[in-house]
Antibody, heavy 120, light 107 residues
């Protein structure tokens, strides 16, 4: 059973870079069948897609965040990562990693999520 | 970007009721719509994709319909475990966006 697990600091200072990693277990991140994505949810609010990556390293990002986002993949570790620069309090959210099938863009498998708070 | 209007934002119902949630798009998206259920403190779970295809393992009391700009999620006979928040997501046009959510609460 494939599972996703987010990890990273729960507290980031304003203007710094948020860094999270998603570890894929029970299957290979290098499958041609899937893309891997990040979605966030501010407390009490809705969902926002951040961006997605293919195991080859091909990426696409939400234009609203594109200037601050980098998503990368490490196939040797079966992980993909998110970096969000110049964070503010508005970036405080639960960050989820998730999977979508190649050719589709709905998310059929999610990690449990991790809360990141931006505060000094 | 495509704007999505999900309604109602809050829905009160009782176990056994039939309920519907609406998702309206600012432009046509064919059938590129998914529905998710989210319980407090948990990640969203996929219920329906392609507007009306039930994800494996999802009870048949959930159904989806619509195409173009107007979509509906129906729960035919509410069970206690169905009280949660529901989101629609369009994946027709980049960037992929979610509705604002509908919280289904016990009346």
């Amino acid at each position: 059973q494939l599972q996703l697990q987010e990890s990273g600091p729960g507290l980031v200072k304003p203007s710094e870079t948020l860094s999270l990693t998603c570890t894929v277990s029970g299957g290979s991140i290098s499958s041609s069948s899937y893309y891997w994505g990040w979605i966030r949810q501010p407390p009490g609010k809705g969902l926002e897609w951040i961006g997605s990556i293919y195991y080859s390293g091909s990426t696409y990002y939400n234009p609203s965040l594109k200037s601050r986002v980098t998503i990368s993949v490490d196939t040797s570790k079966n992980q993909f990562s998110l970096k969000l620069s110049s964070v503010t309090a508005a970036d405080t959210a639960v960050y989820y990693c998730a999977r979508h099938i190649t050719g589709t863009r709905y998310f059929d498998l999610w990690g449990r999520g991790t809360l990141v708070t931006v505060s000094s | 970007a495509i704007w999505m209007t999900q309604s109602p934002s809050l829905l009160s119902a009782s176990t056994g009721d039939r309920v519907t949630i609406s998702c309206r798009m600012s432009q046509g998206i064919s059938s590129y719509l998914a529905w998710y259920q989210q319980k407090p403190g948990k990640a969203p779970e996929l219920l329906i994709y392609a507007a009306s295809t039930l994800q494996s393992g999802v009870p048949s009391r959930f159904s989806g319909s619509g195409s173009g700009t107007d979509f509906t999620l129906t729960i035919s006979c509410l069970q206690s475990e169905d009280f949660a928040t529901y989101y629609c997501q369009q994946y027709y046009s980049f960037p992929y966006t979610f509705g604002q959510g509908t919280k289904l609460e016990i009346k």
